[in-house]
């Protein structure tokens, strides 16, 4: 007999949830792994763009100012300095972190540093927190208001349904980007701002699949007998039709927090999104645009970061595909043979029936 669907191998790997949770808990346990405050300029002058892998003598003098050194070297009277090509002598008393043979504290630029002597692994840290909370808020509220406007689409009537569907027509219509910038430049921009106008406008395509998936599933039978025994039309909505109708919704919105994220970076590139000093990796790749080409890793580790994230909330969304649809056919099945004919075995012609003997 031929083999029943089989669902793909739960020991199969899971990229996209591995790297999606490696990015959520990065962003939530930035406080304590980021290696500096991410606002922190201890020596702007002699750390700026710093390539990575920098390390330097953090000089900690009694008025509580640092000074930033290539080398240093103890002396009689104090320490002395080599910092942006120069020689300082330092006496004794005007540095507090003194020791045998130099200073006891280090500043270690792991992917660098930026124009302004700010550590970028401790931003890249903080900007996770703020992308991927965009990020997600943002997908909240647009699978809120498109749930809802879809579900009073498919249940409200010929007239709601036709109003509604006619208004996200024209929204859809209308070039997204341009929408989200003048929006931006209307409000206040800012991390709130940004999350609402995001959310705001990014419900059209999840209230049009949530529609379809409810007048799809109307005249099943189980919902069918629901209503027969007379339960309320929420209850109907609330405990049979949505739950079968979110997986396609679910997918949807996965698939959404990479764009949303990738938008959140273009308009903080622009100036309309997070505004510094909060980290973001849209800022950091827009603060790229005013330092030599040289400087290569200021670009390079956010715009790596957006694009890991990206890829990692697309891979989790076909996962989820996967594992919520009953439906999908295992990778198994694609090398299978083609059905059998009715009527024949799996080794050859199936025998006629014998009839039954008077």
Partial sequence: MPTEPRPR???????????VSLLLLAAVLAPLVAPYDPDAQLDPEAAALRPPGTVLAAVHLAGGDWRLAERVRRTAGGLEIERLGGRELLPAARVTNLTATGVADRRVFLLGSDQYGRDL?????????VSLAVGLLSVLLALTLGVAVGSLAALGGPFLDTLLMRIVDALIAFPYLFLVIALSVLL??????????????????????TRAELRGLQQRDFVLAARAIGQHPL?????????????????KS??????????????????????????SWGSMIADARHVPLDD???PVWPGAALAVTVIAFNLLGDELRDALDPRWRGPELAAAPPALAAGESATGPAAPARLPSP
Avoid: K
């Fill in 9 to 19: 191998s739960l020991g199969s790997p899971r990229w996209g949830f591995g790297l």
């Fill in 121 to 129: 692994a401790s931003r890249m840290l903080y900007g996770a927190r």
């Fill in 188 to 209: 206040r921009p800012g991390t709130a701002t940004t999350v609402g106008i995001l959310g705001a406008t990014g419900w059209m395509v999840i209230s049009r699949l």
């Fill in 235 to 251: 209850a109907v909505l609330w405990r049979h039709l949505l739950p079968n109708a979110m997986t396609p919704v679910l997918v």
């Fill in 254 to 279: 996965t698939l959404q927090i990479g764009s949303l994220i990738l938008l959140e970076s273009t308009l903080s590139f622009l100036g309309l999104g997070i505004q510094p000093p909060v980290p």
């Fill in 296 to 298: 290569w890793w200021m």
